[in-house]
């Protein structure tokens, strides 16, 4: 409290007006409330942190990201997929969840199982669907397209992955 969150309001701060900014600290479940003064749209939460007791604290007021426990992509690929789709339920569809691990991938997780949690996440989310008022829909596709094609996902260094809007008139 003392040091690092004087200086995380600091830089926080200082970042350009639409930057999307996450605070993560670990192991850091009884600093929330603390973290949460902080002018940020997320909270990451590591995987010691209650993603339930994270949504009951601070209700809609950000986003929530995290939290399942690395070492569960270390099982097997059927279990990583029910793992991630408990946590999914403990999200209970709540807006504003990110899906993440509670803090990185560890060295030898097998790719399998990375892959099962992803299956995991996105078969929850592939139904969600937005709308977007015809007179304005070509200027944001151009500029979700803009903006998403520079995500980059996944460790750049094992492979190049990005993120592509699928956008479609009907």
Not at 4 to 12: D, I, K, Q, Y
Not at 67 to 75: E, G, H, K
Not at 122 to 131: K, W
């Amino acid at each position: 409290r003392r040091y690092a969150l004087p200086w995380s309001r600091r830089v926080l701060e200082q970042l350009p007006r639409g930057t999307p900014r996450v605070v993560f600290a670990g192991t850091s479940d009884q600093l929330l409330e603390d973290l949460a003064t902080l002018p940020a749209e997320c909270l990451a939460l590591d995987h010691r942190s209650s993603l339930d007791g994270a949504f009951r604290r601070f209700g809609a007021t950000r986003a929530l990201q995290g939290n399942l426990d690395p070492a569960v992509l270390l099982a097997r690929p059927e279990e990583v997929h029910r793992r991630t789709r408990a946590l999914l339920a403990e999200a209970a569809g709540r807006p504003g969840h990110v899906l993440n691990l509670g803090h990185g991938v560890i060295k030898d997780t097998d790719p399998a199982c990375v892959a099962a949690f992803v299956a995991a996440g996105q078969s929850c989310v592939a139904g969600s669907r937005f709308l977007v008022q015809r007179g304005v829909y070509d200027a944001f596709v151009a500029a979700l397209s803009e903006r998403a094609t520079a995500i980059r996902i996944g460790a750049a260094a094992l492979f190049a992955a990005s993120a592509m809007p699928a956008a479609r008139s009907e």
